[in-house]
Antibody, heavy 118, light 107 residues
């Protein structure tokens, strides 16, 4: 069955960097768009990024453009989120998600917590 | 971007009762591309409904979605104990993808 397992979260100081990983199983990344979605404490969900099924196209929320980079490794069937110049407002749980052909989020990981604090 | 407003914020019901959750969009959702997800503490969210009214794989038929344009509804016909959770709507017809703030369904 489809599984998405995130890792790499933790505590980082403002201005620091962190790389999140998402290991996928039960399907092939090259067949689907993938996304990162985050949830700040006590707040709603916010879309962060997409990477296309070909890996050639990436899309970002305005709030992370220029600071975050999404990538993937087909051999490892994994996607990554490189986060730099982190700010307090980037704190939250980051979810890896698969995007269905229609565009809905059809599978989610359990999330990994990122805390940006001095 | 499309803002999704869910109501009520919290819904208190008993097992066996019917639950009706609302999701209102600030503008029309293209192609009625509206999904509903369920989230329980410590678990990954789960897709229930997509395309406003289509049940995802493995979702019991007590869950149903309806609506179009700007007004959408998730109905749970007879609540089971495992249905008490947070439900949130998501639109994917317009960029960027956006989410409602959630409705907590409690006993």
């Amino acid at each position: 069955q489809v599984q998405l397992v995130e890792s790499g979260g933790g505590l980082v100081k403002p201005g620091g960097s962190l790389r999140l990983s998402c290991a996928a199983s039960g399907f092939t990344l090259s067949d689907y768009y993938m996304s990162w979605i985050r949830q700040a404490p006590g707040k709603g969900l916010q879309w962060v990024s997409y990477i296309s099924s070909s890996g050639k196209s990436t899309y970002y929320a305005d709030s992370v453009m220029g600071r975050f980079t999404v990538s993937r490794d087909i051999a490892k069937n994994s996607q990554y989120l490189q986060m730099t110049s982190l700010r307090a407002e980037d704190t939250g749980v980051y979810y890896c998600a698969r995007v269905s052909g229609e565009g809905a989020i059809d599978y989610w990981g359990q999330g990994t917590l990122v805390t940006v604090s001095s | 971007e499309i803002v999704l407003t869910q109501s009520p914020g919290t819904l208190s019901l008993s097992p066996g009762e019917r639950a009706t959750l609302s999701c209102r969009a600030s503008q029309s959702v293209s192609s009625n591309y509206l999904a509903w997800h369920q989230q329980k503490p410590g678990q990954a969210p789960r897709l229930l409904i997509y395309g406003a009214s289509s049940r995802a794989t493995g979702i019991p038929d007590r869950f149903s979605g309806s609506g179009s344009g700007t007004d959408f509804t998730l109905t749970i016909s007879r609540l089971e104990p495992e249905d008490f959770a947070v439900y949130f709507c998501q639109q994917y017809g317009n960029s960027p993808l956006t989410f409602g703030q959630g409705t907590r369904l409690e006993i």
